[in-house]
């Protein structure tokens, strides 16, 4: 996983502008503050079902990436799957990292 990406979630969490866990994104949701949803590609079929059927009623992006243990520990939590950054700036920058690594 990128370095980067890590740091951004961590700064997006003490800044205020991350959610985690399929409860906590799907309420952000539905108040509409999310911009970007990061799927772990880990998620349980269940829980990504759930956030998806939001995601769609929404229209938000989102991406699936890296593992959920990884990302959970960059924000100082356990067993999250869900990540909803809520910034602007912050999901642009995200996306643009996890672009550059895929290429």
Not at 2 to 20: C, D, E, Q, T
Not at 40 to 46: G, L
Not at 54 to 75: C, D, L, P
Request: hydrophobic residues 35%; aromatic residues 6%.
């Amino acid at each position: 996983m990128n370095r980067k990406v890590i740091s951004y979630l961590g700064f997006a969490k003490k800044s205020g502008n991350l959610m985690a866990g399929v409860n906590t994104c799907t309420f952000a949701l539905n108040k509409g503050k999310v911009r970007l949803v990061i799927l772990a590609e880990d998620i349980s079929e269940n829980s990504e079902k759930k956030i998806m059927k939001e995601i769609r009623r929404r229209g938000v992006r989102y991406v699936k990436y890296g593992n959920g243990e990884e990302m959970s520990r960059a924000i100082g939590s356990q067993g999250r799957s869900v990540f909803a950054v809520c910034d602007r700036n912050f999901s642009e920058a995200i996306l643009n990292e996890i672009n550059r690594e895929n290429q």
